[in-house]
């Protein structure tokens, strides 16, 4: 009954492959044909083709999807908007590619999956070898379609070495076998396949077989086209997982570069990398300076050299001076002043006065006689009306001090202090 499965089975694999060119296979003396391939849907120029192959899908040009079928609408996920997955090419495997990359490197694409999940293993021949099935003996099987159907699976075996008598017979012999990475010696292949292992007939545990069975490790030869990292091999496109040739991969966006050719690289400035300011020589500029203006990754421009400003990123005319454009200064030529300078004195937008045309100073923004002390009458002395000179004889004194009357005393002043009058 097993044997009966198993081969109607391979009949609905070629059966599902027929609208693609050619559907492979090896059949041994032994009994049916088995191809080890996994079956899914192929999405060729934007249609879907059920029970297809990965190899015949990928030869048409088309992106593979392992275990799909055409109901299930995979094919939405081919374009350049759609998430990204595993793609095969020459058994290597390429992390978060996009399947028209991916078709572009005649690979096989396998949307939303990753290389952990070793996908590459259903979409070549390498890891194939006899299979024993109720009796009969399967050529070019894999493992996992082998176990899949209660078979007995003998890795780089082929039938004519070892013949299949049942799948409780184990003539041909003890062996190696390979679970999780760990090696049990002296198991038939039976026992082996029940255990969901790799039986390796006649080989011991010493020989080291199930290093044979890891997945390769990521490096040039595995991962020609793009970088390794933690994960395995990565497609090498993204910023922060750049590179090619098999070397670790670069984090771009921590040098605040971006994955070109897969090369890290600066930004070339422009709307993309700029669109809040400008660019000149320098790179991107924030744009809100009158001698590198704008915004949306344009040249900067120099609005000095017309007379303008940088007004929200955009050269303007500066706007003219009064109350609304200088309410805490004055205006005078040159714009709008702080005016609190004796020279420019003022405020609330109004024309800046020169308070030193009348000998006084500005305070408060106001035109004032300055107070009269040592500091503003050195050479005089301080009066009513101020600083005087000091030398008459009703105002006499010097060094800012007050002003002293002397006739009062019938005195008079001379060189500005007051002295008695000769008899």
Do not use: W
Request: hydrophobic share 25%; glycine share 16%; charged share 20%.
């Amino acid at each position: 009954m097993k044997r009966f499965c198993f081969v109607a089975l391979l009949a609905l694999l070629c059966l599902g492959a027929s609208v693609l060119p050619s559907c492979g296979g090896k059949k041994s003396s032994g009994g049916g044909g088995h191809t080890g391939h996994t079956l899914g849907a192929c999405c060729v120029v934007g249609n879907c083709y059920n029970d297809a192959l990965s190899a015949d899908c990928a030869k048409n040009g088309g992106a593979f999807h392992a275990g799909k079928i055409c109901a299930d609408a995979p094919c939405a996920d081919d374009d350049d908007i759609g998430g990204g997955g595993a793609c095969c090419v020459n058994n290597n495997c390429y992390n978060n590619m996009k399947s028209a990359d991916c078709t572009q490197e005649a690979g096989a694409f396998h949307a939303n999956a990753g290389c952990a999940d070793a996908p590459c293993d259903d979409d070549d021949d390498s890891g194939a070898g006899a299979c024993c099935v109720g009796g009969g003996c399967y050529d070019d099987a894999k493992s996992a379609d082998c176990l899949n159907q209660g078979g007995a699976f003998l890795l780089d075996i082929s039938c004519a070495d070892v013949p299949c008598v049942d799948d409780d017979d184990d003539s041909a012999g003890a062996g190696a076998c390979c679970v999780g990475g760990n090696c049990y010696g002296e198991e038939t292949a039976s026992d082996c396949s029940g255990e969901g292992g790799v039986f390796h007939a006649n080989a011991g545990c010493a020989e080291a077989p199930c290093d044979d069975d890891a997945t390769p490790k990521c490096s040039a030869s595995t991962c020609a086209l793009g970088c390794c990292d933690a994960n395995g091999c990565e497609g090498g496109i993204q910023d922060a997982a750049c590179g090619a040739g098999g070397a670790d991969c670069q984090n771009c966006a921590a040098a605040a570069e971006i994955c070109v050719d897969h090369a890290c690289r600066t930004p070339q400035c422009g709307a993309l990398t700029c669109s809040v300011g400008c660019c000149d020589g320098d790179g991107c500029e924030f744009g809100d300076q009158d001698a590198a203006c704008g915004a949306g990754g344009v040249d900067c421009q120099d609005c000095t050299a017309d007379g303008e400003t940088c007004v929200d990123h955009i050269c303007q005319l500066p706007p003219q001076c009064g109350a609304t454009t200088c309410f805490l200064g004055c205006c005078d030529s040159t714009g709008c002043e702080g005016g609190d300078q004796d020279a420019a004195c003022g405020s609330a937008g109004a024309n800046c006065q020169d308070c030193t045309a009348d000998r006084e100073i500005c305070l408060e923004h106001s035109c004032r006689q300055p107070p009269c002390d040592a500091s503003t009458c050195s050479l005089g002395c301080c009066g009513s009306d101020g600083c005087e000179f000091g030398d008459l004889d009703a105002a006499c004194g010097s060094g800012g001090e007050n002003c002293q009357d002397c006739a009062a005393d019938r005195g008079t002043c001379v060189n500005n202090a007051c002295e008695s009058r000769p008899d």
